[in-house]
């Protein structure tokens, strides 16, 4: 009786799998999987002009390729690696932002916290999303923001704190999964509210 993994194409699926997994977790560049896709696909054009189809080298040569193909495929599905991503831009400094409010986070003494879609940096339309903090004052008392709100905000966006304690939950790769890689910490006279748009099934 054959087993699964005596199919051929059940290995394919699984090293895809597998780098695609890896290429998530490790979050692996794009210019890296790239170069080990390229060296994959050299070595196997090698074992397979020299004995195709039957060596030890050609079928791991193939598994290698299929396992950095998948990760290639999620090293190009993370959002900085698309042309109009705003990183992709000089967003550094203090800039005007069009955000829409996706997810309402948690309030704390700090302030109150947002997920938030990127919908143009100054006149250039863009794409991506930033974690939004409006800090609490004593001179302030508004409303927290709904979800599909779009509102301006002037500010600059820093980067993501790393965890500094190795026992620690490290939030900030959470973000990075979810294709967040900076915030906005904002006082509440840098943001204008524009209205909501069209509501969606969020809101």
Known sequence: MMKPFDFIAFRLALFLALGIVLGNVFEIQLLLSGSLAGIGLCILGFAALKSPYRTY???????????????????????????????????????????????????????????????????????????????HTSRTSTEPFKIDDEILVWGNPSKLAAVLNPYQWDYARYLRNQNIYHQLVVQPQQVYELGRSRATLRG
């Open 57 to 135: 080298l050609f079928g791991g040569s193939a598994l290698f390729v299929v396992l950095t193909s998948g990760m290639l495929l999620a090293s190009l599905a993370t959002q900085p690696n698309r042309s109009n991503h705003y990183t992709q831009y000089d967003f550094k400094g203090v800039q005007l932002w069009h955000l829409k409010i996706r997810e309402i986070g948690n309030t704390t003494d700090y302030g109150q916290a947002y997920e938030t879609k990127v919908i143009s940096m100054g006149e250039q339309p863009v794409m991506g999303k930033i974690r939004l903090r409006i800090k």
